[in-house]
C-alpha cells in the first residue's frame, strides 16, 4: 500500500489480556516509531527501531510492554496482562532513512479500549 | 531532555479571522522543528519544517511558521481560516542529533463557517 497500515483499527480487551498491534510501514523505509496518544495528551514515544541497529525502548512505560521488527519491515507491539491505563490510541510512523530532519507518515492507529 | 509546550489547547474561530498557535520548546542547542496536523478521521500528517536556513518557514494550505531562536519557539500562522482547517494541531521537536520527535500535547482547532 501506499501508507503506513496499522491493524485491527479498534481492539477492546479485558484487563489482564494479553493484546498485538500490528504495522506495517511504508516499503523501503529504514526508521519505524511507535507512539501512543491518551485522551487530551500529546504523543508519548514507545519506542524506535532503525534498520538492523538495537531499537530505542526508552519509552516503554513498563516490561509489560515489548515490540519486535522482523525483517526490517512489519512490526508487532505487544502489550502483556493489559490495564486500563493502556486504554489509548496506539500510532505507528515510519521514515525513510530515520534522520532528524525527515517527516514521520504516521498509519490511522489502533484505538485500544481496556475494560 | 526536550520538551514541547503548546499553549492554546483549544482555539474556536469564526472562517477569516487569523490564527497563531503557540509552540515552545525547551532544548538549547540546534533543533529541528515540525507541525503536523490530524484532520477530523485522517491520520496524522506533515504540515511544515524547519531545519536550517530561513526562519519562516512556508507549508500547505496557506500555513506558516517562523523560528525565533531568542525565544524557543516556533509559532505557526495562518492570515486568514477556513472551515476546513479545522484539525488537530501538534508541535514537535528533534534536538541535538535525536532521531525521535518529542510532540506537544496538540491544539484543537474549530473553526465555525
Known amino acids: 500500500g501506499a501508507g503506513v497500515s496499522q491493524s485491527p483499527s479498534n481492539k477492546v480487551t479485558e484487563k489482564g489480556k494479553d493484546v498485538e498491534l500490528r504495522c506495517d510501514p511504508i516499503?523501503?523505509?529504514?526508521?519505524l516509531y511507535w507512539y501512543r496518544q491518551s485522551l487530551g495528551q500529546g504523543l508519548e514515544f514507545l519506542i524506535y527501531?532503525?534498520?538492523?541497529?538495537?531499537?530505542?525502548k526508552s519509552g516503554l512505560p513498563s516490561d509489560r510492554f515489548s515490540a519486535e521488527r522482523t525483517g526490517g519491515s512489519v512490526s508487532t507491539l505487544t502489550i502483556q496482562r493489559t490495564q486500563q491505563e493502556d486504554s489509548a490510541v496506539y500510532l505507528c510512523?515510519?521514515?525513510?532513512?530515520?534522520?532528524?530532519?525527515?517527516?514521520?507518515?504516521f498509519g490511522s492507529g489502533t484505538q485500544l479500549s481496556v475494560l | 531532555a526536550q520538551s514541547v509546550s503548546q499553549h492554546n489547547h483549544h482555539v474556536i474561530l469564526s472562517e477569516a479571522a487569523s490564527l497563531e498557535l503557540g509552540c515552545n520548546y525547551s532544548?538549547?542547542?540546534?533543533?529541528?522543528l515540525f507541525w503536523y496536523v490530524q484532520y477530523p478521521g485522517q491520520h496524522l500528517q506533515l504540515l511544515l519544517k524547519?531545519?536550517?536556513?530561513?526562519?519562516l518557514v512556508k507549508g500547505i494550505k496557506g500555513f506558516e511558521a517562523e523560528f525565533i531562536k531568542s525565544k524557543f519557539s516556533f509559532n505557526l500562522r495562518k492570515p486568514s481560516v477556513q472551515w476546513s482547517d479545522t484539525a488537530e494541531y501538534f508541535c514537535?521537536?528533534?534536538?541535538?542529533?535525536?532521531?525521535?520527535?518529542?510532540f506537544g500535547r496538540g491544539t484543537s482547532l474549530i473553526v465555525h463557517p
Open positions: 510512523a515510519s521514515s525513510t532513512d530515520g534522520a532528524t530532519n525527515e517527516k514521520l507518515f
Open positions: 516499503s523501503g523505509h529504514t526508521a
Open positions: 527501531f532503525q534498520g538492523n541497529s538495537a531499537p530505542d
Open positions: 532544548y538549547g542547542g540546534t533543533v529541528n
Open positions: 524547519y531545519f536550517s536556513g530561513d526562519p
Open positions: 514537535a521537536v528533534n534536538g541535538g542529533g535525536s532521531y525521535i520527535p518529542t
